[in-house]
């Protein structure tokens, strides 16, 4: 069975304090693992796919990395409003379109 | 572009009653999706939609859930009779196909998703 188990579940920083969230995986093949942010009353929103190990993406202050058995997503010089939940999903071999998500990270940015 | 919608964004009912949750997925969006979010547990798949067919409803909890896309373009999620651990927030999402680069590697469209309805069950 598929799990993700994400690390830390809550996360406060002040402002300009980089860090990183984690979000360990085990798939059975991985097809791709996600990253969300999520708002208070609000659906996730994509953030990042990653295919491969050593891949990694970029957006404005987050960097997303994968290695085989996990990802990190860093935070550089994080904002308030950066604050929200990220979630991290894993979408198994087999030619399902379904992802396994974490239960997130809640990060808050104080300024 | 308008993203995808869902209606209503609260409901609040009593255990036995009949609820009908409604999302609108992105136009030109075949896949469509709708999960489950219980408080302090992950989000969690129900059915998967590719245009008016359910490709894969392994999710579904149970028969008192109902899901039903006509026509290929907006979905309802109806739950009858509604339970107490029915309650919780329930996302709809949908994507675009399947396509394959030039270089031959194949991308699963990323997801989109609504805003959730927020269903609690008294």
């Known amino acids: 069975e598929d799990q993700v188990t994400q690390s830390p579940e809550a996360l406060r920083l002040q402002e300009g304090e980089s860090s990183s969230l984690n979000c360990s995986y085990t798939v059975s093949g991985l097809r791709g693992l996600f990253w969300y942010r999520q708002d208070p009353g609000k659906g996730p929103e994509f953030l990042f796919t990653l295919y491969s190990a050593g891949e990694e993406k970029e957006k404005e202050r987050l960097k997303a990395t994968l290695t085989k058995k996990e990802s990190f997503l860093h935070i550089t010089a994080p904002k308030p409003e950066d604050s929200a939940t990220y979630l991290c999903a894993v979408r198994a071999s087999g030619g399902s379109y379904i992802p396994t998500f974490g239960r997130g990270t809640s990060l808050i940015v104080h300024p | 572009e308008a993203g995808v919608t869902q209606f209503p964004s609260h409901s609040v009912i009593e255990k036995g009653q009949t609820v009908t949750l409604r999302c609108d997925p992105i136009?030109?969006?075949?896949?469509l999706y709708w999960y489950r979010r219980v408080m302090g547990k992950e989000i969690k798949f129900l059915l998967h939609f590719v245009k008016e067919s359910k490709q894969d409803e392994s999710g579904m909890p149970n028969n008192r859930f109902l899901a039903e896309r006509t026509g290929g373009t907006y979905s309802t999620l109806k739950v009858q009779p509604a339970e107490l651990e029915d309650s919780g927030v329930y996302f709809c999402?949908?994507?675009?196909?399947?396509?394959?680069?030039?270089?031959?590697?194949?991308?699963?469209?990323?997801?989109?998703f609504g805003p959730g309805t927020r269903l609690t069950v008294l």
């Open positions: 136009s030109g969006h075949d896949n």
């Open positions: 999402a949908s994507s675009q196909d399947p396509y394959t680069s030039g270089r031959g590697r194949t991308y699963r469209n990323e997801q989109f």
